[in-house]
């Protein structure tokens, strides 16, 4: 069957004498493809003890050339990947007495990456707490001015609150700021200064409250 296919396109003939087939001539078209295998049909041939051999020039196409081309483009691919394959092998040649300084190399570049975007981040913690600082020193005054304006109403006990409660606040800015940005954990250290501060709020309002 791949044989008539290929009869059928011109690419191979059958080999008998005085072979006039019309249809392998130069002026022959796609067209003839099935009067091109019917000729030898026709003649009632025993395909299986006839020779067939590649066409030279059949309309421009032939067999012949057709499988030069093949031949040649295979040969070049291959040469082509021969001619990859040792361009790899002498790189490798090349890099790879340097592959473990490479690599170590890389690691102290993402080491020093990270202790950059440490100190970034460092550097943004700081700025967070100078101005929480601020802002709560202004919240203070703030606190401290309403709660003048409203004395007669909330008391000591009221001022002393909002002031409590106002610098807990930037405490706890301060403090949690390094779990937001920089993901680190809070220490011991930390949070034993922040029971401190919270007491040192409420003790003096526990106190005025006793003493009432």
């Not at 005054?141 to 001022?159: H, P, T, W």
């Amino acid at each position: 069957m791949y044989i008539d296919r290929l009869i059928s396109y011109g690419l191979c003939k059958y080999v008998i004498e005085n072979d006039k087939n019309p249809f392998l001539a130069d002026n022959s078209t796609d067209n003839d493809d099935v009067n091109r295998l019917n000729y030898y049909k026709d003649l009632g041939l025993q395909k299986q003890n006839i020779e067939i051999q590649l066409t030279n020039r059949p309309y421009g196409c032939g067999g012949s050339v057709l499988f030069t081309k093949i031949y040649r483009d295979k040969e070049s691919e291959e040469a082509n990947n021969r001619a990859r394959e040792h361009l790899q092998l002498g790189i490798d040649m090349i890099t790879n007495p340097y592959d473990d300084k490479l690599k170590k190399l890389t690691k102290d570049l993402e080491a020093k990456m990270r202790e950059v975007n440490h100190a970034i981040d460092s550097g943004i913690i700081k700025n967070i707490q100078v101005i929480s600082i601020f802002a709560g020193i202004i919240s203070l005054l703030f606190a401290n001015i309403m709660g003048i304006k409203e004395f007669s109403s909330i008391g000591i006990i009221g001022v002393m609150t909002l002031n409590s409660s106002m610098v807990m606040a930037v405490f706890a800015l301060i403090l949690f700021s390094k779990v937001l940005v920089l993901g680190e954990k809070i220490s011991l250290k930390d949070i034993f200064y922040c029971v401190v501060i919270i007491l040192f709020n409420i003790i003096p309002i526990v106190l005025n409250f006793l003493c009432k």
